[in-house]
């Protein structure tokens, strides 16, 4: 590995402080990198080597003249000289950081996310802290999208004009080390136009952020259960919104470099961009099926009721099929601009999908549609739809289609199979979101 590749390599990883090559003797191949402390650092007497520096552009912009300095993301500095020099400005860098923040706090911080970004990890950029500050005008309430168990999410405007939202993760957020980890490594990984675009991270000071792409139509729930703004959402609306969500849901199983379970899908886990196509948003919680693993069981059920599968929120046995149930709620819910865990009917059904079903079976499904959509459908292709919603919430899962086969379905004019009475697994009184083991599920907006 050249000076060069050393370079990249340590650009990669949030944590690598410093670098510099190996084997002068030899002319300088391969790569020494230092991880947080700067350690085994000697003075010669001569023949001086010379050492690379990540340095804040915060904490540059009061060692240097330069006014660049403000503006970039992230600096290397390049100290060449003697190793006098070299300890003279460390010495000042100390001096500045032990003002700012506390270095065992920072290393600590750090440390945590060790490995996140490897060169396979490394599709993503590392804001810094000051960069999202001036951003968001420093977190200002004018700025504030939203708020959930997570935190809060902010509007930001970077200096060359891009729009930015930024999930700002609260200290006493349930999202932990490990979900923030998965949400910033499969997002880096994953492209599609019904997923919302991961920007990049900040990890500094305490403070764990994820930059996304800013929606200006924020989620699918402000929409379709709100009768000011359902009414924008017409028929042909809404049949975009349930085909670009079964795409997006089917390249996370089958088309993308990973096979990925969300375990999260709902009205609030799909944002809306300004032609209103939706993305699917929030990974904290999805998980990664390797080889040909088509299923797997947790003791930590995650994941918000009225959505989660029947064998998912019992058992812990969760699959492609699980999602599959979560899509066919969400798709109901769209039909009818109704909410699953809502209260209807005391008598018959407690949630959306008996609702649907009782009214599916006396023929009267159309009483179930979103009397905002007017006279913009056709009863065919709504019934087709309420059928397709109800046969991917059947109670086992072996009776559910795939999402490639509800794509096919949904694009064709196909014989479908009988749909069955629908799995029942919420009751009126466990209608929140839940997770079993720690904090409730968490939302982008």
Request: with cysteine; aromatic share 8%; charged share 25%.
């Amino acid at each position: 590995m050249g000076l060069k590749e050393c370079e990249v390599f340590c650009l990669k990883n949030c944590s690598c402080t410093a670098y510099a090559s190996a084997n002068i003797s030899a002319g300088g191949s391969g790569c020494i990198t230092w991880y947080g402390d700067l350690r085994d650092i000697k003075q010669f007497t001569d023949a001086a080597q010379d050492f690379f520096i990540r340095v804040s552009a915060s904490d540059l912009a009061q060692l240097s003249k330069n006014s660049n300095a403000h503006n970039r993301k992230r600096v290397i500095e390049i100290l060449e000289g003697s190793a006098a020099i070299i300890l003279a400005l460390l010495s000042a860098c100390c001096l500045v950081i032990n003002k700012r923040r506390n270095d065992k706090k920072r290393s600590k911080s750090l440390a945590s996310y060790e490995g996140m970004y490897e060169s396979e990890h490394a599709e993503i950029s590392i804001f810094d802290l000051s960069t999202i500050i001036n951003a968001t005008e420093n977190f200002s309430d004018a700025n504030k999208l939203g708020t959930g168990g997570f935190g809060s999410v902010y509007k930001g405007h970077l200096k060359d004009g891009q729009v930015i939202a930024v999930k700002r993760l609260s200290e006493t957020s349930g999202q932990g080390t490990e979900e923030f980890k998965n949400e910033v490594t499969l997002n880096a990984k994953l492209q599609h136009r019904n997923l919302v675009r991961l920007l990049g991270c900040c990890v500094q000071r305490g403070e764990k952020m994820l930059v996304y792409e800013y929606l200006p139509n924020k989620s699918l729930e402000s929409f379709i259960f709100d009768k000011t703004k359902g009414s924008l959402l017409d028929w042909g609306k809404r049949f975009e919104i349930i085909h670009g969500i079964a795409r997006g849901m089917l390249y996370l199983h089958q088309d993308s470099r990973l096979r990925i379970i969300h375990r999260d899908l709902k009205a609030s886990n799909v944002l809306l961009d300004a032609s209103m196509q939706p993305k699917i948003s929030d990974f904290g919680m999805a998980r990664i099926f390797g080889g040909d693993q088509i299923e797997a069981n947790t003791n930590r059920v995650v994941g918000t009721y009225g959505y989660m599968s029947p064998e998912y929120a019992m058992v812990g046995h969760f699959s492609e099929k699980s999602d599959v149930f979560s899509f066919g709620v969400l798709c109901l819910e769209i039909i009818t601009g109704r909410k699953n865990n809502n209260h209807y009917d005391q008598e018959q059904s407690q949630h959306l999908v008996g609702y649907v079903w009782d009214s599916w079976k006396d023929e009267k499904a159309l009483d179930v549609v979103d009397p905002l959509l007017g006279d913009s459908y056709k009863a065919r292709e709504v019934l087709r739809y309420i059928h397709i919603g109800l046969l991917c919430v059947q109670p086992f899962a072996n009776d559910r289609p795939t999402m490639s086969e509800v794509v096919f379905m949904l694009c064709n004019e196909t014989n479908l199979p009988s749909a069955k009475e629908p799995g029942f697994v919420f009751r009126l009184e466990n209608h929140s979101s839940v997770k079993h083991s720690s904090s409730a599920s968490r939302n982008i907006c």
